[in-house]
């Protein structure tokens, strides 16, 4: 059996965040749940000596700092943290504010950008010795483009980006382990409740209708969050994580379609792509 670890997890009021630490408990390790209101969590198994639940606004890094810092005073180290904050919004990109649009960013992208700062300075200079996991809840939107949704998936995309990058600044000594986990659709509260829409309808998109489009998929998504609860405990325990990992059948078929059409499409174009080096040079 694995040893107990330590995990810190944004957006635990709903969906994988929430049944991320039930299958933390249930396992035996500890937790520092965080929401932006944390006196309104409530999880099973949950004892004063195995979770903390801390309130955590991504888009405040002193809140994030804080976060951290009540994480550390209660357990000594952070193992494991698993950036899960954020939200959907969908709509034609012409239909979505100037103020959603940045509000997506900020959260999705630039609040996620703060926790993990913050984490590698812990997993680094704090944990003695040194050494975690990131997970970064991307989605399957990172990797494909989705119809109503340009701007989440910009903001998934973007930390894809990031996320890959970052990988290889990293020390191998430093022994921090990075992972976009990318799920499909699944049952949760994202395409419900949770959900924000585009607020100024262009009417140019009258063939196009995102809340009745979203009204249908939800609950009928083919992935159950609990088993990708699991999964992403599974993938934080294991000694060498894989830097992406889609989640859901729908997902798996989307991302090998998607590498089947860019394999394809290059070489295409090999000829162009290849004739506009300097003459001579030699890479």
């Not at 670890?5 to 937790?31: A, P, R």
């Not at 894809?160 to 990318?182: D, H, R």
């Not at 489009?213 to 609990?226: E, I, L, S, W, Y």
Request: hydrophobic letters at 35%.
């Amino acid at each position: 059996m694995a040893p107990a670890e330590v995990f810190f997890i944004t957006g635990t009021s709903t969906g994988f965040g929430y049944e991320l630490v039930q299958q933390c408990l249930e396992k035996g390790d500890k937790v520092v749940a965080t929401a932006r209101n944390s006196s309104k969590l409530k999880f099973d198994g949950a004892t004063k000596d195995n979770l903390l639940t801390v309130d955590c606004d991504v888009t405040n890094e002193d809140s994030i700092h804080k976060a951290f810092d009540a994480g550390l005073k209660q357990f000594g180290r952070i193992d494991v943290v698993v950036n899960n904050a954020g939200y959907g919004l969908s709509g034609e990109f012409e239909s979505l504010s100037d103020r959603q649009i940045r509000k997506q960013m900020e959260v999705n992208y630039f609040g996620l950008l703060n926790v993990t700062r913050r984490a590698l300075q812990v997993l680094r200079e704090e944990n003695k010795p040194p050494g975690g996991k990131i997970q970064q809840v991307t989605s399957i939107g990172g990797q494909k483009g989705v119809p109503t949704f340009s701007i989440y998936c910009s903001s998934k995309w973007a930390v894809e980006g990031f996320t890959e990058s970052l990988n290889q600044e990293l020390k191998p000594e430093w022994n921090i382990k990075l992972t976009c986990v990318e799920p499909g659709g699944f049952r949760t509260d994202w395409a419900g409740r949770s959900m924000e829409f585009g607020e100024e309808k262009n009417k140019a998109y009258d063939h196009i209708d995102a809340k009745e489009r979203m009204g249908k998929v939800n609950g009928t998504q083919a992935g159950d969050p609990p088993k990708a609860a699991r999964a992403m405990w599974e993938l934080a325990k294991m000694k060498d994580p894989p830097l992406r990992v889609v989640l859901g059948t729908d997902a798996y078929k989307a991302i090998t379609q998607k590498i089947k059409d860019y394999g394809e499409l290059y070489p295409k174009y090999e000829k162009l792509s290849n004739s506009t080096d300097v003459d001579g040079y030699e890479g």
